[in-house]
């Protein structure tokens, strides 16, 4: 059985990119120009060479006509097309028409195509093609790289059908885990450089504002991967979940949203990836796969801890994505599908459609902005509909929408509360501990009312996804807690949303002072000490993991001097572990800790001597050449440790280059990835030359390790199988002229009758 695909909910522009990708991919011809129904009669016009399918090329000119309907299961008959029969004989008299294809989404019944190609015989073309409903079912269906060009197309037909049982599986998995419509994706250029760097490099990191669509490209791109080439989609939670989700043996999409933080930086991520460098270049070498997607801000705040070593991977140009580029075409784009498949009456859309290309135009203009216009549920304040208030809408995001949460009524206030105060994960069905049915009742509502509230805000505020087999709610948007930040902070709020957060909601997003991190809860002095209080209980249940590494990066990260000297007056004891670093430096939560409490002069002498003395030992030996090659290590040294340690490099490692450079890559290598491995040996060379200039003995040590570096890696030259991948995802080059066009992408959006 074929599937059937609802053409008909594609608008006529959407149609005609379609047909224009079809007549590329399918049937091998070059399209000049495709222009819109008010040019004579052509909405796509091929010149040069018709390909007939096994034979020669004949040059002959030919012409292609969209035609598209709105009526679902609509037949085509012969009198739909008067006004085309007409057009074409004109075309064929000034020669442009030896050929004349016909694409429509309409039915075709063998009698009436028989009377269609009759009368455009007689109009003059030689050769006729009817390309109906059937013929894209049959295309479509049969066409991986057309799905995976259009990956629309995916929420247009049953996913049963369109995709075999592993990858629909994989699929059904994506969109559960997501609030996503795949009847209202757009293929943009950005989808296209995303798809590109995932097949040349294996990795792409979809890089943009909040609220531009990374997590939506990147459900797009693991869709249309499941689909063209069987991978197995992994959802990860961060890198350093990475290893113990790869099997070498399956080919497999690893996706991991926020990568460096969500609303803000979270230096254990970084400090994930970093460690995770080896094991994803592994992987890519074994066919699989990496997505990443991080907000722009968050990104440009990780590029500094993100060396060179760790940044290789994504120092090409192609492999960071800023999805934020849309054309104006994608963005008018973008709008109607979200309207066309939205929750506005027909009235409200009536009113809008004089602002529709202006709203697209609009500098604030964003694919989340186009959500929101489409749900009723944000659009409150924008009656009557007039430019201002649009304007508005566009401008000021994050306050329309806390006047949203002021409008709310106590249940989905408090549906909205636990959701936040859960770490953006309130489990299904929703049961509630003593702490949440106690901040669900201070904020006026109740369990029946917050189970009612939370089904009726599915799909605009929240969402009911998937993740890993269990149901939840999440936010529609993770901007959304970003505005419940802001509504959280009033006075006689915020103390009940702080008793009642999770140990990881606390740590991810609030800040303790005047710390500047964009989107983060600021807890004020008066309530310092209920924070101090919860890092200092002992975690329970899965938060026990990593707690300490968690807390001690907060600490060094989220908190001001003032809190930070506060929590130790009470907790001295703690400083105490701070003075042994540990290996990684750059990577441990408690290092960067330690490195705070020093620039703020909060960290006990004895401690600051010992930490150094340690860092001084790592450097000589070998272990790790952070306190030469990074400035923030190296400020812990006083001037007569920074002697002490030149001293002791002339005299236990410059004799011994071989020793040093051995003992520095035998610490966890992996065979495959030396260049990795030993990128801190050129970083320290580096560092040689710039702390002991003019200095033959030295030049000699550093001339030593880079060439014992460049023969371990030579001989073990990592081959990466993965680039000699011939699939290419990209749609050919266009050689198109633009089309010149004054009819709007809006034109039918309320037409039910063409």
């Not at 609303?263 to 990836?273: F, P």
């Not at 992996?670 to 491995?677: G, Q, V």
């Amino acid at each position: 059985m074929i599937t059937s695909f609802d053409l008909h909910q594609l608008g006529w522009h959407d149609f005609q990119s379609l047909c224009r990708t079809v007549a590329r991919e399918v049937l091998g011809q070059t399209l000049i120009a495709f222009a819109d129904g008010r040019d004579a009669g052509r909405d796509g016009a091929f010149y040069g060479n018709w390909k007939k399918e096994g034979g020669n090329a004949a040059s002959r000119s030919f012409v292609l006509q969209a035609k598209h309907t709105r009526i679902r299961d609509k037949t085509l008959i012969p009198s739909m097309l008067t006004d085309e029969f007409e057009k074409a004989e004109k075309l064929a008299q000034r020669g442009l028409c030896d050929v004349y294809v016909l694409m429509t989404n309409a039915k075709l019944t063998e009698d009436n195509e028989k009377q269609i190609v009759a009368r455009f015989r007689k109009a003059g073309a030689a050769e006729v093609h009817c390309l109906g409903a059937a013929w894209f079912d049959e295309t479509i269906a049969e066409n991986k790289r057309l799905r995976m060009l259009v990956p629309r197309l995916y929420g247009l037909g049953d996913l049963t059908q369109i995709l075999d049982s592993r990858a629909y599986e994989q699929a059904s998995a994506i969109l559960e885990s997501m609030a996503t419509d795949l009847a209202k994706l757009v293929r943009t250029s950005t989808y296209e450089r995303s798809a590109q760097a995932l097949r040349k490099h294996g990795l792409v990191l979809l890089m943009g504002a909040p609220m531009t669509g990374k997590t939506t490209i990147a459900a797009h791109l693991a869709i249309s991967s499941a689909d063209v080439y069987d991978t197995e989609v992994v959802k990860l939670t961060d890198a350093a979940t990475l290893e113990n989700r790869w099997n070498p043996g399956e080919r497999q999409l690893f996706w991991l949203d926020d990568a460096f933080g969500d609303t803000q930086i979270r230096s254990e991520l970084v400090h994930a990836w970093k460690s995770a460098m080896p094991t994803v270049r592994a992987a890519i070498a074994r066919d699989c796969r990496f997505v990443l997607t991080c907000r722009d801000y968050v990104f440009r705040a990780a590029e500094p801890m993100l060396k060179s070593d760790s940044l290789s991977l994504l120092a090409d140009g192609e492999v960071v994505v800023d999805v934020s580029n849309l054309s104006m075409q994608e963005r008018r784009q973008v709008l109607y599908n979200h309207l066309e498949h939205g929750n506005q009456d027909r009235r409200f859309i009536s009113q809008l459609l004089p602002f529709l290309d202006g709203f697209a135009e609009h500098p604030g203009f964003t694919p989340e902005l186009a959500r929101r216009l489409s749900e009723p549920q944000f659009t409150k304040q924008i009656h009557p509909v007039s430019r201002e208030a649009l304007d508005r809408f566009l401008a000021e995001p994050r306050e329309l929408l806390l006047d949203v949460f002021r409008g709310l009524d106590p249940d989905s206030i408090a549906a909205i509360g636990l959701i936040f105060a859960e770490g953006n994960w309130l489990a299904s069905p929703v049961r509630l501990s003593d702490t949440s049915a106690e901040l669900v009742e201070r904020l006026g509502g109740t369990l029946p009312g917050v189970i009612r509230s939370l089904e009726s805000l599915d799909g605009s505020l929240v969402a009911m996804v998937r993740r890993d087999g269990e149901a939840g709610w999440t936010f529609a948007h993770p901007t959304m807690s970003d505005a419940f930040s802001d509504y959280a902070r009033r006075p006689e709020l915020l103390h009940l949303v702080l008793d009642k957060m999770s140990p990881r909601a606390l740590l991810r997003r609030t800040v303790c002072g005047d710390v500047p991190i964009t989107g983060s809860l600021m807890i004020p002095r008066p309530l310092w000490p209920t924070v101090a209080q919860r890092l200092s209980d002992p975690p329970e249940g899965p938060d026990r993991s990593g707690a300490e590494d968690r807390r001690d990066n907060y600490l060094a990260h989220n908190c001001s001097a003032q809190f930070l000297a506060e929590y130790f007056e009470q907790r001295p004891n703690e400083l105490e572990r701070l003075g042994t670093p540990k290996l990684m430096l750059d990577a441990c939560a408690s290092n960067h800790l330690t490195l705070t409490l020093h620039e703020h002069d909060l960290l006990p002498e004895p401690v600051r001597a010992r930490f150094a003395s340690r860092l001084i030992d790592f450097c000589v030996d070998g272990d790790d050449f952070g306190v030469l090659t990074d400035d923030e290590f190296r400020s812990m040294l006083t001037d007569d440790e920074m002697a002490t340690l030149r001293s002791r490099l002339r005299a236990s490692a410059f004799p011994r280059p071989r020793q040093v450079f051995e003992w520095h890559v035998g610490i966890g290598s992996i065979e495959e990835d030396r260049e990795y491995w030993s990128a801190p040996i050129e970083e320290f060379a580096e560092a040689i030359d710039a702390h002991f200039p003019n200095d033959a003995e030295a030049s000699e040590f550093s001339s030593a390790l880079r060439r014992l570096r460049a023969d371990y890696v030579h001989e073990g030259l990592w081959d990466a199988a993965y680039a000699n991948s011939t699939e290419d995802v990209r749609a050919p080059a266009a050689n198109d002229a633009a089309a010149s066009s004054d009819r709007s992408v809006f034109d039918d959006l309320l037409d039910d009758e063409a």
